[in-house]
């Protein structure tokens, strides 16, 4: 395997944060239209939602729709797409645009890799034409959460990013910012904070000027059959952790128990954001979030709300009940 990188620093003086606020979730209709055979878009609206789009349709539930979207923030785009295919296709576009612009304006461009079905779904970024396109040794890669096992472990989401992304692409490895696994799971969170505090000392990641909090270019997610997203789980009180940029679970509902993950008021200081959804058994969680389904508790996904912009990425399995 590859190697990587594991930093430690002794930096230990915190940026001002305030205390995370809660933000409704976002609403949603639908409304026919019969041309365009592009995927479905939603577009910003200040106030409400506007059902007027006129170049974006998708196939669903057998007849073809369109609308537009507006969250609290104003902010929030929509793509859905006939196949997961397609999805990868169009994310492959999406991250390669956002490297570009980055890297340019930049010199450099953060990302922020989950695990799960993600790392799938950026097949299409590895192949021509983006491949060649992306200048790589911009690039600078962080994960959103990681399980507190050796980077050779299957459940390792360093390793799943390594055999599906990393090992294909010329990222330097240098730039691969993985968790210290000989750490225990407090030590590591603590460890990464700290890795990350110093990237944004030297400039290499930006920060967030409303929040303190460091501001990654492009923080791409998966999210759960239950609505959760890194591994910040419904009911969870790390849901609610507002100083810690990174922080650590012991008792994580789904295995491996003993995880890292960064904190919401670090995710939602993000530049960008997708998330990345596909298949029928993410369809509630989906609705929940976007449409006018129910659910006891407020879930994780709901609580995303990024300082710049955010894009989901669904699939017709995921949307079908919307």
Not at 6 to 22: E, G, M, W, Y
Not at 59 to 87: H, I, N, P, Y
Not at 244 to 264: A, G, H, M, N, Y
Request: proline residues 7%.
């Amino acid at each position: 395997m590859a190697s990587f990188r594991t930093f430690s620093v002794n930096i230990r003086t915190p940026l001002a944060r305030p205390s995370f606020i809660h933000r409704s979730p976002p609403s949603i209709q639908f409304v026919p239209k019969s041309d365009g055979p592009e995927p479905l878009a939603c577009w910003p609206r200040q106030n409400g939602v506007q059902i007027s789009a006129n170049q974006k349709k998708f196939e669903c539930g057998g007849k073809s729709s369109t609308a537009e979207m507006a969250t609290e923030k104003g902010k929030g785009k929509v793509q859905v797409f006939d196949s997961e295919e397609a999805l990868a296709v169009a994310l492959a576009k999406y991250t390669a645009d956002l490297s570009d612009k980055f890297s340019k304006e930049r010199g450099a461009f953060t990302v922020v890799l989950s695990g799960g079905s993600l790392i799938k779904s950026l097949r299409k970024l590895v192949e021509p034409p983006y491949i060649d396109l992306v200048d790589w040794s911009k690039w600078h890669v962080f994960w959103a959460d990681e399980r507190v096992v050796p980077k050779d472990h299957e459940d390792s989401n360093y390793k799943l990013a390594y055999d599906g992304f990393l090992s294909k692409v010329s990222i330097p490895t240098g730039n691969v910012y993985s968790i210290n696994d000989a750490l225990s799971a407090e030590g590591a969170a603590d460890d990464y904070e700290t890795c990350v505090k110093h990237l944004v000392k030297i400039n290499t990641i930006d920060s967030s000027h409303i929040t303190g909090f460091p501001k990654f270019d492009l923080m791409l997610l998966g999210m759960g059959p239950d609505g959760h997203i890194a591994s910040l789980f419904p009911g969870h009180p790390l849901l609610h952790e507002s100083k810690q940029w990174v922080t650590f679970i012991k008792d994580s509902p789904k295995p491996p128990p003993e995880r890292i993950t960064l904190t919401f008021p670090t995710i939602n200081s993000s530049a960008n954001i997708a998330l990345v959804v596909a298949g029928a058994g993410k369809a509630h969680a989906v609705s929940v979030a976007l449409g006018e389904g129910e659910n006891s508790d407020k879930l994780p996904v709901q609580m995303v709300s990024p300082e710049g912009e955010l894009t989901w990425f669904l699939d017709k399995g995921a949307a079908s009940k919307l």
